[in-house]
């Protein structure tokens, strides 16, 4: 463990790590301090300048992206001297930008645009016709559009692409109010995880050709969810908005800083997978495929489970712990027999060595904790000896429905599966990951537990709520 160390910070005292930087502190310490080309996830480059500090005893103000803390330093980050600082710098960066936010897309969520309405730049000394014009609206790949004259050369995307996909799509071309953000010939931006340069670019030069121009970011509301992808268990911000006369829809989902496991950033497909969540849902219940209402539906499945002896519980592996627990409850007080069984979720390609899982599934540790078999031979025999199968988000069956024949089968799914659904004498849906809280145990097992805030999106809600209805019906006997 580093040495701690007493420094001062706009006169007020506090300890730090000897010889980390000054920005990590003071970002840490949530004091604001203007910042382009630093980023946590790439460490210092020092070309933006922007985060500038007094030092008492230095001659000058210094960059604190690349001053080391040492035991009784008096740092200033506000002032008028300082702020002056700041402020021409900005004036720098700001000599060829169009400023062009009123129809910027990263209006809302840009720091040039926060810088300057701190500065108070409201009169340019710079003539528009004067200004260095460069490409704007450029298609560079993988989702991602590129305005040249908003950049401020902060290198984060090149960074990115060099030090974290070691991919190096992106380089800077030219030099002196020439250079410019571009692709090598022939080679496109082009990576699983190329879309989170979008979200490192701090202006409007980056932007998502998925989100740009959908909805302006004021009018998000943002929740705390776990992507259910992969294995890896991501954690993301889900932005939605409920408009008048609309359904709540998603927009996007963005990856939320958690350094034990995906640190700043997301895969493309994770984050892309919204379209799933606004599209594809199961939302009505039905009764041997006629749609029903919600009472006539746990009143039918309490009569299957009434009449049935041999049961088979089939489960996903994206359901929570306490999903899997209040199952495997149900399971042991119908005396019938739960698995995990779901080879299908494997997807060798898909996983890499970096946050990507060839494990499609969230929660398949919890398997493991809860002793849920997931062997194929216990599988089968239980398949071939049950008269009802209870199938929840578990799609192992669309590939294989010839093995539902002659059974009974009641289907609880988020999203449509249709054969299943097809061949289930009732199906209900439920809760997407993101509308349900509950734990999850990611692939290097570390259990994380999300609470959502995200209304219920389907008539029956939980499973969890679900079962609490059955065990009472079952508790009382009658219904
Ligand atoms: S495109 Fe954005 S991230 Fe890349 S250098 Fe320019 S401002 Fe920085
Ligand atoms: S790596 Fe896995 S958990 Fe992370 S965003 Fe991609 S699919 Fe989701
Ligand atoms: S953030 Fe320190 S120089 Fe750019």
């Not at 008048?244 to 496991?261: E, L, S, T």
């Not at 494997?346 to 809860?370: P, V």
């Amino acid at each position: 463990m580093s040495e701690m160390v007493e420094i001062t910070v706009n006169g007020a005292q506090m300890q730090a790590s000897k010889g980390s930087l000054l920005i990590d502190k003071l970002l840490d310490e949530n004091i604001h301090i203007p910042h382009f080309c630093y980023h946590q996830a790439l460490g210092k480059d020092g070309n933006c300048r922007m985060c500038m500090v007094e030092i008492e005893g230095q001659k000058r103000p210094q960059i604190a992206c690349d001053t080391p803390i040492k035991s009784g330093m008096n740092i200033r980050t506000k002032g008028e001297n300082i702020e002056k600082v700041r402020r021409d710098i900005l004036e720098l960066q700001l000599i060829n930008h169009p400023i062009d936010c009123p129809t910027c897309d990263q209006a809302g969520e840009c720091k040039l645009q926060d810088y300057y309405m701190e500065s108070g730049f409201y009169e340019s000394r710079v003539n528009i016709d004067n200004k260095t014009n460069h490409e704007k609206r450029i298609d560079i790949g993988s989702n991602v559009m590129l305005d040249r004259e908003r950049c401020v050369l902060c290198t984060r995307c090149v960074r990115f692409c060099s030090d974290i996909t070691k991919t190096s799509e992106l380089g800077v071309i030219h030099r002196s109010d020439h250079s410019y953000i571009g692709t090598f010939p022939g080679r496109p931006l082009d990576n699983p995880y190329a879309m989170n340069v979008v979200d490192l670019c701090p202006v409007g030069a980056l932007t998502s050709k998925d989100f740009r121009f959908k909805q302006r970011v004021w009018f998000l509301e943002s929740f705390d969810a776990i992507c259910n992808g992969c294995a890896k268990g991501c954690n993301i911000s889900v932005d939605h908005r409920k408009e008048k006369y609309k359904d709540d829809q998603i927009f996007r989902f963005r990856p939320r800083v958690n350094k034990n496991i995906n640190t700043w950033f997301m895969c493309d497909e994770g984050r892309l997978s919204y379209h799933n969540e606004n599209n594809n849902r199961f939302l009505t219940p039905l009764l041997n495929n006629k749609e029903t209402n919600v009472s006539n539906t746990i009143t039918n499945i309490f009569k299957e489970l009434s009449t049935n002896k041999e049961i088979l519980f089939v489960l996903s592996a994206n359901l929570s712990i306490e999903e899997m627990q209040n199952l495997n409850n149900l399971a042991s007080k119908l005396q019938a027999k739960v698995t995990g069984f779901s080879p299908n979720t494997y997807d060798e390609s898909f996983g890499d060595d970096y946050l990507r899982n060839s494990d499609k599934t969230a929660n398949r540790k919890a398997f493991k904790e809860l002793e849920i078999s997931e062997n194929e031979d216990d599988f089968n025999n239980w398949l071939t000896n049950s008269k009802l199968v209870i199938i929840i988000d578990n799609n192992y069956f669309e590939e294989n429905i010839d093995l539902l024949k002659d059974k009974k089968v009641i289907s609880m799914f988020s999203h449509i599966n249709s054969k299943t659904i097809e061949n289930s004498n009732i199906a209900i849906p439920i809760s997407s990951f993101y509308e349900k809280s509950g734990t999850y145990i990611n692939t290097d097992s570390i259990k994380q537990k999300v609470v959502s805030k995200m209304k219920k999106n389907n008539p029956l809600g939980t499973i969890t709520s679900i079962i609490e209805n059955l065990k009472e019906m079952i508790e009382k006997g009658t219904l």
